[in-house]
């Protein structure tokens, strides 16, 4: 009967599914994308399967990047930069990724204790932007007339046309306080799915997964 059980036992683990998922641990830094390095580390089976899920990661990273980039255009993409031009003078469309992180930072403004963190301050930002560039500071009166256009109420948010529209059309915003965090929660949820057991730090975002299935750390 024992040899019987073993010979069964044996079997199931041949199986496909029966198998220990996670067994390796692997990592992998990313380069490129949010102007910091980003550090992967999982276990799962194989190289083959800790690249492909790499591979979907460093998909996702690029599509974001593109999207919350406010410093470049790209071609087809209504992005940061695209919004910041064009919706002082109509309602732009925009991805769903966008218009979340734009409503939750407009959301997380109107809570007590966060009324400091605003995306709207773009005016003010870029300012110091071109002075890094051009090594000439600002002058007062050009920081003073920037800071009259940094109200975030004036950011009008259609949630059934998924549309941005500038009430005060000189408004600019600038999303350098809050997309690392928006974006590692995105990366996080989409490594829950492809590699439980997984390690990932974006720009002093860590976010750790399960543990391995045999209690390695």
């Known amino acids: 009967m024992k040899r019987l059980f073993s010979l069964l036992l044996a079997m199931l683990m041949l199986l496909p599914g029966c198998k220990a998922q ?3 641990k692997f990592s992998r830094n ?5 102007d910091t ?15 492909r899920i790499c591979d979907e990661v460093t998909d996702r990273l690029r599509y974001l990047h ?3 980039d406010g410093y470049n255009s790209y071609p087809g993409v209504n992005n940061l930069w ?5 919706a002082g003078s109509a309602p732009v469309q925009v991805d769903a990724p966008l218009f979340s992180l734009l409503k939750k930072a407009k959301d997380l403004q109107a809570t007590p204790g966060y009324e400091k963190v605003n995306i709207a301050m773009g005016s003010v930002l870029i300012l110091w932007h071109n002075a890094r560039e051009e090594g000439v500071l600002p002058s007062e009166s050009a ?3 920037a800071r009259l256009h940094t109200d975030l109420s004036q950011v009008i948010l259609d949630e059934e046309n998924s549309t941005v529209f500038f009430a005060d059309p000189h408004i600019r915003l600038d999303l350098g306080a809050v997309a690392k965090g928006y974006v590692a929660d995105c990366i996080k949820t989409l490594l829950q ?25």
Do not use: C, W
């Open 22 to 24: 996670g067994e390796t």
């Open 30 to 34: 990313i380069f490129g994308y949010f």
């Open 37 to 51: 390095v980003i550090s992967l580390m999982g276990y799962t089976d194989s190289q083959e399967e800790f690249d």
């Open 66 to 68: 593109r999207l919350f």
């Open 82 to 86: 695209y919004v910041n031009r064009h």
């Open 143 to 145: 920081l003073e007339d």
């Open 193 to 217: 799915e492809k590699m439980p057991s997984f390690l990932i730090s974006l720009g002093g975002n860590v976010y750790a997964g399960e543990k391995p299935l045999d209690g390695r750390n």
